[in-house]
């Protein structure tokens, strides 16, 4: 038998430079930082080797890492920047968290409960990892405590019980729920000003330009829209990604009797459920008690590793975590550094001059499209606000768009667009490095979801505004 040959697949790679030395070619708008441009081309370089694959993703990044230092577009201090980002070792420690659920078994007692209640059908599940997320949502304002730190953990159980009892069917059944799971995410995400960390910015944001958002203003006008993107994803997620088995009708008795199976909750079971709630109090009461959403899950895995619920051997096994924490930090640094360099900035602009003299109907709807599309570029949700949302508000105000309805919906989609990559946002990368789902099925179910949230929101949310008086 050949032996597998290591390093680039020569085609693929020809493909990643030819997209980077195009990009790189292109002529360099007046006024950009010259790094800007090159950093660019070496991100939609990196993003097309993500998706070529002729190498593994974490070796792509390291290799886009490597083409950014030798090109002198960062110093090494910028290039590494990532690895020391906050949400990037949240990430990783989502993994660890995952790790003591499964190694104690309290994500299958958990998982065999959730059998039990809603094992009748597929669907039922996934509607139950959704639930359970919603009901977390307004209070925890971490879309990645939420995913990473309580959903990620049960869903991890379904899947592997799944798997064990028919591996064929099981792998298409966890596609869907991590799916559903995820996307579910996103939108209770839209749905609360607390239920995302980058929410609370976009009001910062809105009332520097006279625009005041309250919690019950935010809440009230996405409770419509998005209850209706809660009911409809997860079905047409059903279609586009059908998992294994439809109905599971003896799913629920041989769930109980799987939990009989399990017999008295462990200690390490006991431990490992103290120090979930204790963390997740934590990250509900971070902000009061002054303390780090990822200090705490930090902690948290000290925790674990202090009461013998992990080993270190098990966190040098958790290979997916240090695997996503190389491809997730240099995505994150890259698009940091693109709105560093002011090449946002410039985009933004030129956007304006080109809506400019147009009703505000159809610039604003033109507006949000092109907002929410350019997260492609995009590695975070809070970056992407942090680069984006202000001008981008600020050309919506000057179309005659109304205020608070435009500060509204750009806050809603910068938490809907996130639905879009496996990196979007900090949940993602958690949820797909659980290996499920394949990379081109993930980037097809983003895109139509994305379409159908934009449908719902748009429309169905646009009637409920109008109720409300918003325009």
Not at 95 to 109: D, E, V, W, Y
Request: overall charge positive; hydrophobic content about 55%; charged content about 10%.
């Amino acid at each position: 038998m050949a032996r597998p040959v290591d390093g680039a697949q020569p085609r693929r790679l020809a493909l990643v430079v030819a997209v980077g030395l195009v990009v790189w070619a292109l002529p360099q708008p007046a006024g950009i930082d010259p790094r800007a441009w090159r950093l660019l081309a070496i991100f939609v370089a990196t993003v097309v080797g993500i998706v070529a694959k002729p190498l593994p993703m974490g070796a792509m990044t390291v290799v886009g890492i490597a083409v950014a230092l030798l090109t002198r577009t960062l110093t090494i201090s910028e290039a590494l920047s990532g690895f020391g980002n906050g949400t990037v070792w949240l990430v990783v420690t989502a993994f660890f968290i995952a790790a003591g659920f499964i190694k104690t078994g309290l994500g299958a007692r958990i998982a065999y409960g959730l059998f039990a209640l809603f094992g009748r059908s597929t669907l039922g599940l996934g509607y139950s990892l959704v639930a359970t997320d919603l009901v977390l949502a307004p209070l925890i304002p971490s879309n990645t405590a939420r995913a990473g730190g309580a959903v990620f953990p049960i869903l991890q159980s379904l899947t592997e019980t799944l798997i064990g009892e028919d591996p064929v069917r099981g792998r298409r059944t966890s596609a869907f729920l991590t799916l559903t799971a995820y996307n579910g995410t996103v939108v209770t995400s839209a749905m609360f000003l607390t239920a995302m960390v980058a929410n609370p910015l976009v009001v910062q944001l809105a009332a520097a330009q006279g625009i005041a958002i309250t919690w019950t203003t935010w809440a009230l006008a996405a409770a419509v829209p998005g209850v209706v993107s809660l009911v409809v994803v997860p079905l047409v997620i059903y279609f586009v990604c059908p998992p294994g088995a439809v109905g599971t009708p003896d799913a629920p008795a041989a769930a109980r009797r799987a939990l009989a199976g399990l017999g008295p909750v462990s200690r390490r079971e006991k431990l490992m459920g103290l120090v979930a709630i204790v963390l997740l109090t934590a990250w509900i009461l971070g902000p009061t008690i002054g303390l780090d959403t990822t200090a705490a899950a930090l902690i948290a895995v000290a925790a674990l590793l202090l009461t013998g619920v992990l080993s270190w051997d098990d966190i040098c096994r958790e290979r997916e975590a240090w695997n996503t924490f190389i491809w997730f930090a240099a995505l994150v640094m890259m698009a940091t550094y693109l709105g560093q360099f002011g090449l946002m900035s410039w985009f933004t602009g030129r956007i304006g001059s080109v809506v400019a003299g147009i009703g505000w109907v159809p610039g604003f709807l033109g507006l949000c499209l092109i907002y929410f599309y350019t997260h492609y570029l995009f590695a975070s949700n809070t970056t992407h606000v942090s680069a984006m949302y202000a001008p981008f508000l600020a050309v919506a105000l000057a179309l005659g768009a109304p205020p608070l309805l435009a500060a509204l919906v750009l806050g809603f989609f910068s938490n809907l667009f996130a639905s879009l990559t496996h990196y979007g946002t900090a949940p993602a990368p958690i949820l797909f490095g659980g290996g499920h789902v394949t990379l081109g099925t993930w980037w097809k179910v983003g895109a139509i979801v994305s379409v159908v949230n934009i449908t719902i929101w748009l429309g169905i949310g646009a009637a409920w505004w109008r109720l409300l008086g918003l325009w």
